[in-house]
C-alpha cells in the first residue's frame, strides 16, 4: 500500500483537512464542549487521536476540554503539544488564548488571538473573543478597532453597530458614536420591529440622549431629542428626570418645576434626588456643578442639607412645601420630613416634638438616627455630619433634642404622658422608647454608662426587646468592655434565632473579643450545614467577616492565618473585576446599554471601595510590620552565647513551647487536609476546594516590601482621595529607599488633610532622614532640597513641632492623637523635654476629639517610652482613662 503523501497527511497542519468521518467527529467534540458535556467530548478526542495522534486541533481542543475538569496542567501540555504540531492553525492559537483567559492572563490570550487573526483575519468568533477580553482591559483604541472589523464583516447584524458605537463613545468621539447609531436607525425601513415602542428600541433612544448630553454645550439638542423619542420611551421616570436636568441646564426653571411636579405625581415623592432637583428649579439654581454634587448624595440628604442657603431660598422653599407639595401629597413620608432641614429654633423644635410623640408612641427604634440627621456643621461650601461625640455634644439642635426628651421622661414617670396637656395617657410601652432614645443620645455623644444604666430599665420593663440588647452591647463595647458586648448581644440573638442581623451582630463582636472559634459556631448557623463553614463563607464572598476574622487574627499576632483571610477579601474583587466578562456580550444583546456603561465606570473604581481598601491595607500593615521585625523560625534554637544562665533557660524553654506549638498546629493542619482529602473521595460527596496553606505560610515567604509596593500602588491608583492611602504609600516608599515616592505621598496627604496626626509623624520622620536620603542621584537630591523645606513651612524641624505645640494650645487643632503625635516629635526630635510632652496629653487630652480606647491606649505607650520622667504621668493617665472608662480592663 503506498505511503500517504504529506500533502493528504491530516496530521501534517498548514490547515489541511481531516477525512470526513474524522470531521465529523471533530465538530462533534465541539459541539460537545460547548454544551459542558466534557466527558463525551473527551471521548470523541481520543477517538480521532486513536487515528491520528498528532492531530494538532484535537490535541488543542481535547487540552481546553480538560481544562474545564480541573486539570490545568495536562490541559496546558496537551494545547502547547497541539500547537507546536500544526502553528498554521488558528484553532489552535484561539484555544491557546481561551485557554490563557481562563487563568487570567489577559495579555497572553489577546497575543494569541491576534496570531489566530493573521492566519483568519475573517474569523469573527475570535473577533469577538478578542474585542471581549479588550474592554475587560479597557484597551479602547483596539476595542474599538476590532468593532469595526466586525461591523465590516456582517453590517446586516445590530450588535455590531451597537457595539461599535459603544467603542465610540468609550474612546472619546461623542459625535462618531451618535453618527453610528444614526447610520443604523437609517438602515432600517419603515414599519421595522426595532422601530417600534418596545424595550430595546426604548433603550438604544435613551442611550443616544446620554450620549447627546455629555457633549459640551448640548442641553438643547438633548432636550429636543428627548422629545422627539417621548413616544418610544418605557421608562418614563429616566426621561423625566432628564428633560428636569436640561431644563434647568438651559435656565428654564418654571419648565423644570413643572416636570418635577409631574415626577412626584407619578409616585417619586419619596425620591430625595427628584426632591433636589425641584429644589434647584424653585431656587432657580442652575449650577451642572452644584447638581453634580448633588448626584452624589445617599440617603435622605438633599440640596437644602448640603449646601448653606440663605434666609430668602428657605423661606422660598418652606412655603412650598406647605402651600403646593404637602397638601398635593398628604400621604408622603419624605415631604412632610425634608422641610426639617430649613427650619430653626422654635419651628424646628415644634416640628421635631410632633415627630418625636409620634415615634415614641409606635416604638420606633430608628428615631435617634433620624433626630441626628438634622445636627450638621459647616465645612467650607457645604455641611456635613459630626462624627466626634466632642462636636455633638455643643450643637444647640443636640441640647434641644436632649432637653425634650428629659421632658418626655420627667412626664411619662410622673403622668403617663409626654405631655402634660394630652388628655389621654400613653401607652405602657412609651417609657421603654423614651428611655431608649435617651440612651441613643447618650450614646452618640459617649456617656456609655448613663446609657447602660436607661438600657437596664428598658429591659426590666421588655426583656425580649432586641433592640434594647443591641443597643447596650454598643454601649459596652464603647466603655471598653467587649466580653460582656458579647453575653449582652448573644442574649438578644438567642430571643431571635432567626434575625441574621443580630446574628451578624453577634458574630462580629465575638471577633472583635477574639473568639473566633464562637464566631464561626454562630455564623454557621446561616450556612450550608454540610462541608466547611469557613469554605463556605469563602464561597458566598462574605468580605466583612474575613475581613473582621483577618484583624482579629492580627491582634493575636497569628500573621499567616490573617493574611490569608485578608488575600482572600482581595480575590472576591479580582473576581468581581473578572464577572465583567459574563456582561460584555450580554448586555449588548440585551440592550441594556446605560446600565452597562454605569457598569464599566464602576469596575474602573472598584479597587477604591471601602472594603477593597481594608483588605488592602490590613495586608500591607502585616508585610510593614513582618519587613521591621524579621521573623525568626521557632524550629531553630536562639543565640544563647550573649544570656545568662537564667535567660538561656528561660529562652529554651520558650524555644520548646514554641516548636511544640508550631508541630501541632502543622500536624493538626495536616489532619485536616487529609480529612478533607478522605471525604472528597467518597462516592456522591460533591469534591470541596481543598486548602493546601491553611496556615498562610506562602504568604509569609513572599517578599514584604514588594507585596507592600503592589497593594500601596493599587491604593494610590483607586483610592488616591483618602489620607490613608498616602500615610501608607510614604509607609512603604520610605523603606524602599525611594525618596521622591516618599516626598509625593507626603505632599498628596497634605492636600487632603494638614492638620492629621499620622501626617505629622511622617513629615518629622521624613525630614530626620533626608541626609540620609541625599545620598542619591544630584537630580533626587535637588528636588529633595527644594521640596522638602515646604513641608516644614520653611521652617527648622523644631520651629514646627513648636508651631504645632503652639496650635494645641491654642485650640487650633484638638484631638488626642495629635497631642501624642506632637509630644512624640518634641522628644524624639529633641525640641523639647519630656516635661514639656507629658502635658499635652495628661491635661485636657481626655476633653479632646477621638477619645477612643485605642487612643488612649497609644497615649499609654507613649508616656512609657519616655522613661521613669513620665512614670507619676503614666499613673495619672490610668487613673484617668479609668474613671472615664470605669469597665475597661487590662489598662496598664
Not at 436607661?454 to 426583656?463: I, N, Q, T
Not at 444583546?589 to 456603561?597: A, E, H, Q
Request: proline share 3%; aromatic share 8%; charged share 30%.
Amino acid at each position: 500500500m503506498a505511503s500517504t503523501t504529506n500533502d493528504e497527511n491530516p496530521q501534517a497542519g498548514a490547515g489541511r483537512p481531516l477525512p470526513k468521518k474524522e470531521a465529523d467527529l471533530f465538530r462533534s467534540l465541539v459541539k460537545q464542549h460547548e454544551m459542558k458535556q466534557y466527558k463525551k467530548a473527551i471521548r470523541q478526542a481520543n477517538t480521532i487521536l486513536k487515528k491520528y495522534p498528532n492531530h494538532g486541533e484535537t490535541l488543542a481542543m481535547k487540552g481546553l476540554t480538560l481544562s474545564y475538569m480541573s486539570k490545568r496542567e495536562e490541559a496546558h501540555e496537551l494545547v502547547k503539544l497541539g500547537l507546536r504540531n500544526d502553528l498554521r492553525s488558528h484553532v489552535c492559537w484561539h484555544v491557546l488564548g481561551l485557554l490563557h483567559r481562563s487563568d487570567r492572563s489577559y495579555n497572553q490570550a489577546i497575543k494569541a488571538y491576534k496570531q489566530a487573526l493573521s492566519i483568519d483575519p475573517k474569523n469573527q468568533q475570535i473577533l469577538r473573543d478578542l474585542s471581549s477580553l479588550q474592554i475587560q482591559m479597557r484597551d479602547l483604541s483596539g476595542f474599538e478597532v476590532t468593532r469595526n472589523t466586525l461591523l465590516t464583516l456582517k453590517s446586516n447584524a445590530k450588535i455590531n453597530w451597537i457595539a461599535f458605537a459603544l467603542a465610540r463613545q468609550l474612546t472619546g468621539d461623542l459625535e462618531g458614536a451618535v453618527t453610528v447609531i444614526d447610520t443604523y436607525l437609517s438602515t432600517l425601513s419603515d414599519g421595522a420591529p426595532e422601530l417600534d415602542r418596545c424595550f430595546e428600541s426604548s433603550e438604544l433612544a435613551m442611550y443616544r440622549n446620554s450620549i447627546l448630553a455629555q457633549m459640551p454645550n448640548n442641553s438643547q439638542a438633548a432636550l429636543d431629542h428627548l422629545d422627539k423619542i417621548e413616544n418610544i420611551v418605557l421608562d418614563r421616570g429616566a426621561w423625566l428626570e432628564k428633560k428636569v436636568e436640561y431644563w434647568l441646564d438651559l435656565g428654564k426653571f418654571a419648565e423644570a418645576r413643572e416636570t418635577a411636579m409631574e415626577m412626584f405625581q407619578r409616585g417619586m415623592t419619596e425620591n430625595h434626588r427628584v426632591n433636589s432637583l425641584y429644589m434647584c428649579s424653585v431656587l432657580e439654581i442652575g449650577d451642572k456643578r452644584v447638581r453634580e454634587a448633588v448626584s452624589s448624595l445617599k440617603g435622605t440628604e438633599t440640596l437644602a442639607s448640603h449646601i448653606p442657603l440663605s434666609s430668602e431660598q428657605k423661606e422660598k422653599l418652606k412655603d412650598t412645601y406647605a402651600n403646593e407639595l404637602q397638601p398635593a401629597f398628604p400621604d408622603s413620608k419624605a415631604l412632610q420630613r425634608i422641610p426639617y432641614v430649613l427650619l430653626e429654633g422654635p419651628d424646628l423644635r415644634k416640628a421635631l416634638d410632633g415627630r418625636c410623640r409620634s415615634d415614641l408612641v409606635k416604638g420606633v427604634p430608628s428615631l435617634c438616627a433620624e433626630l441626628c440627621s438634622y445636627i450638621t456643621v459647616r465645612n467650607g461650601d457645604n455641611f456635613k455630619k459630626p462624627t466626634d461625640p466632642v462636636d455633638i455634644k455643643v450643637h444647640p439642635i443636640f441640647q434641644m433634642i436632649v432637653e425634650m426628651v428629659d421632658g418626655y421622661i420627667q412626664n411619662l414617670d410622673s403622668s403617663s404622658k409626654l405631655v402634660k396637656d394630652d388628655e389621654a395617657e400613653s401607652p405602657p410601652s412609651t417609657i421603654l422608647w423614651a428611655w431608649f432614645l435617651r440612651a441613643s443620645l447618650h450614646e452618640a455623644v459617649g456617656e456609655y454608662e448613663e446609657g447602660i444604666v436607661l438600657l437596664d430599665k428598658c429591659l426590666g420593663h421588655d426583656a425580649s426587646a432586641v433592640d434594647c440588647h443591641e443597643l447596650k452591647a454598643k454601649l459596652l463595647k464603647g466603655a471598653g468592655d467587649i466580653k460582656a458586648a458579647v453575653e449582652c448581644l448573644d442574649e438578644g440573638r438567642e430571643l431571635d434565632k432567626s434575625d441574621r442581623y443580630i446574628n451578624n451582630q453577634t458574630t462580629k463582636y465575638m471577633l472583635q473579643a477574639g473568639m473566633e472559634v464562637e464566631a464561626l459556631k454562630c455564623i454557621s448557623l446561616f450556612t450550608r450545614h454540610e462541608g466547611n463553614a469557613e469554605q463556605n463563607l469563602f464561597d458566598m464572598q462574605c468580605s466583612w467577616y474575613e475581613l473582621e476574622l483577618a484583624e482579629c487574627l492580627a491582634r493575636k499576632k497569628e500573621w499567616g492565618r490573617s493574611l490569608k483571610k485578608f488575600v482572600a477579601v482581595v480575590k472576591h474583587f479580582d473576581d468581581f473585576q473578572e464577572d465583567q466578562f459574563d456582561f460584555h456580550a450580554y448586555c449588548l444583546r440585551k440592550m441594556t446599554l446605560r446600565s452597562y456603561v454605569s457598569l464599566l465606570r464602576y469596575e474602573d473604581e472598584i479597587f477604591g471601595e471601602d472594603y477593597y481598601f481594608r483588605a488592602a491595607s490590613g495586608a500591607i500593615g502585616i508585610y510593614l510590620h513582618l519587613f521591621d521585625n524579621p521573623e525568626q523560625d521557632d524550629t531553630k534554637e536562639p543565640d544563647y552565647s550573649k544570656m545568662t544562665a537564667a535567660q538561656k533557660k528561660k529562652a529554651k524553654s520558650i524555644a520548646r513551647k514554641k516548636k511544640a506549638a508550631a508541630e501541632k498546629r502543622a500536624q493538626e493542619a495536616k489532619e485536616k487536609l487529609e480529612k478533607e482529602k478522605k471525604n472528597n473521595n467518597q462516592k456522591g460527596v460533591k469534591a470541596a476546594e481543598i486548602d493546601e496553606d491553611p496556615m498562610g505560610e506562602e504568604l509569609l515567604k513572599k517578599n514584604a516590601l514588594a507585596e507592600s509596593a503592589k497593594f500601596s500602588g493599587i491604593l494610590a491608583r483607586y483610592a488616591p482621595g483618602r489620607l490613608e492611602t498616602w500615610i501608607l504609600r510614604y509607609d512603604v516608599a520610605i523603606r524602599r529607599k525611594k525618596a521622591l515616592m516618599a516626598l509625593q505621598a507626603l505632599y498628596k496627604a497634605r492636600s487632603i488633610s494638614p492638620h492629621s496626626s499620622e501626617l505629622l509623624t511622617r513629615i518629622v520622620d521624613f525630614s530626620s532622614k533626608l541626609n540620609e536620603l541625599r545620598n542619591g542621584s544630584d537630580v533626587v537630591s535637588g528636588v529633595l532640597e527644594e521640596e522638602a523645606a515646604p513641608l516644614l513651612n520653611n521652617q527648622s524641624v523644631s520651629d514646627f513641632v513648636r508651631g504645632a505645640m503652639n496650635q494645641i494650645k491654642e485650640g487650633t487643632t484638638d484631638s488626642l492623637d495629635y497631642r501624642c503625635a506632637v509630644a512624640k516629635a518634641l522628644v524624639g526630635t529633641k525640641t523639647g523635654t519630656v516635661a514639656e510632652a507629658v502635658p499635652l496629653i495628661v491635661e485636657g487630652g481626655l476633653s479632646c476629639r477621638n477619645v477612643k480606647i485605642d487612643t488612649c491606649r497609644q497615649a499609654l505607650d507613649l508616656l512609657k517610652s519616655f522613661g521613669p520622667e513620665a512614670a507619676d504621668a503614666a499613673k495619672q493617665w490610668i487613673a484617668s482613662v479609668q474613671a472615664r472608662f470605669p469597665r475597661l480592663s487590662n489598662f496598664e
